[in-house]
């Protein structure tokens, strides 16, 4: 205790970079579908796969029928998408990440239906599933 007394400030520092570094896990990051899940929204027909990967990741591979908007165009490109609102959306990227950042934002342009692609296309490969390239 006497420790901790002495040295607030570094404990105060250690705490709050603790916190900084825990956040990102701790936030809500949407919903998020599994490739079976997917795979069964998919199979229910009139859902949209909106891939924001980039074009040479997208050129490598990606599900079939999938829309390609990068993470970083998509604020921009949100119009392309306005036919898909009231549809069923999965969002998917290369390992999760970035698709939780597009999930949120279409969330916040007030599509209701939107998931993210849990462990991205890696996920998908690896369950065997199908990619186009």
Do not use: Y
């Not at 956040?23 to 027909?45: S, V």
């Not at 859902?47 to 599900?63: I, K, N, P, Q």
């Not at 007030?110 to 369950?127: I, K, M, P, R, Y």
Request: charged residues 20%; hydrophobic residues 50%; proline residues 5%.
């Amino acid at each position: 205790m006497k420790f901790i007394l002495d040295h607030i400030f570094v404990v105060a520092i250690a705490v709050v970079s603790g916190l900084g570094l825990l956040w990102p896990g701790l936030r809500p990051a949407g919903k998020r579908a599994t490739p079976l899940q997917a795979t069964q929204i998919l199979n229910r027909g009139k859902a949209t796969v909106l891939d924001v990967r980039s074009a040479d990741e997208f050129a490598a591979g990606h599900m079939r029928d999938a829309k390609h908007i990068p993470l970083a165009d998509l604020g921009n490109r949100l119009a392309e998408l306005e036919k898909a609102k009231a549809r069923p959306v999965i969002v998917v990227c290369q390992s999760g990440a970035r698709s939780d950042k597009a999930v949120r934002q279409l969330a916040a342009a007030g599509f209701t239906e939107v998931w993210s692609l849990d462990g991205g296309l890696a996920a998908w490969q690896a369950a065997g599933l199908p990619v186009i390239k």
